[in-house]
């Protein structure tokens, strides 16, 4: 596989780096058939598999109507992936369509459903805040860390990489001031295709298959298919890509748990389209 041109910062880091040795690409198919047989339904998905984060598949009927509980040890990410339903917060109401990202932050009172005769799928990320977190958060935009985070993902702000195409679509649906050391986004291509080999060692990092994703995964020797509706962990400190076969499509969310704050330097990588 041959490595697209990239930046004299990204260089510095693949080629400083040690690659790990070979090794498997820990993923996970969500059973997207669940259906209204149960009001409820919770799945752990890649138990253990980064330290502090933990991620749940979740699926309600419109009987249920979820009461979001604040947790004062964790930060909460919810990422809806199918299904439609309503969102009410401070006497508001939002519509929850596929791709939608809430965090809740302070928010105390915020309840969500899914419409009738739907079943809505989410995937709930926590992620455990430290007391280094907690000095740090201090520094963010305020309404940044009070205010509930709602967004669209085709509604979010759009970047460039030089690891990817100029035919990529990428677009940052959570940037990294609301959590710390946290940042999400998607991209979106049409094969053939790639997201260049790198390596992020300050970084651990877990992909989500989106909607007709049909991409391949590559971590060193190690490659998987990486199917809709899948979560994968990419294997610490290895150089990974993502390709995807003509007439193909690759698009995925992508979630960045950096080991401290100075690795946040990595997203001065991305940058924003005028």
Known sequence: MKLKSISPYLTAILFSSTALSAQEIPIKNLDMSLAATKKEQSTPVLINEIEGVSTEHITINSDVTKKVKIDKKHKTIY?????????????????????????????????????????????????????LDREYIKTFPKENTENMYFAKFTDCESYTEPIKSPQTTSRTILPNKYIPRVA?????????????????????????????NQAIVHADEAQVDFPPYSLLHIPLGSSHSVSVNANQELYYVWMDFFLDKDGEKWLETHNKEE
Do not use: C, R, W
């Open 79 to 131: 990422l809806f992936i199918k299904g439609y339903g309503e969102l009410t917060s401070e006497g508001k109401t939002y519509d929850i369509v596929p791709e939608t990202i809430m965090l809740p932050n302070n928010v105390k009172h915020i309840t969500f459903k899914a419409n009738k005769d739907e079943v809505l799928h989410y995937l709930k990320i926590s992620v455990h805040q430290t007391e």
């Open 184 to 212: 999400m986004g998607t991209v979106k291509t049409i094969g053939p295709d790639a997201v260049g080999a790198h390596v992020h060692a300050m970084l651990e990092q877990l992909f989500l298959g989106l909607d007709n």
